[in-house]
């Protein structure tokens, strides 16, 4: 009977928890945009005559890195 009426009494915040995620957001989102970054510069010194496609495509995924890890950190920001 103490314990039910424990957990009731006990009420956790979360927002600890939501700053880790954001944290974890954005860090995995710089992980990302410096992978894209250095394997699109790898490729255009490979083939430098098709600079003008990889730099589109990769200003692209960064754009879909950037809106993932945005999500990421307002769901992790709601309660």
Avoid: H, N, W
Wanted: without cysteine; charged residues 10%.
């Amino acid at each position: 009977m103490s314990l039910i009426i424990f957990l009731q009494e006990t009420l956790v915040d979360y927002g600890a928890f939501a700053a880790i995620g954001a944290g974890l957001a954005a860090i995995g989102a710089g992980i990302g945009i410096g992978q894209i970054g250095g394997s699109a510069m790898e490729a255009m010194a490979r083939q430098p005559e098709m600079q003008g496609k990889l730099q589109g495509s990769a200003i692209v995924l960064i754009a879909f890195v950037e809106a993932v890890a945005l999500f990421a950190v307002v769901v992790s920001l709601i309660k």
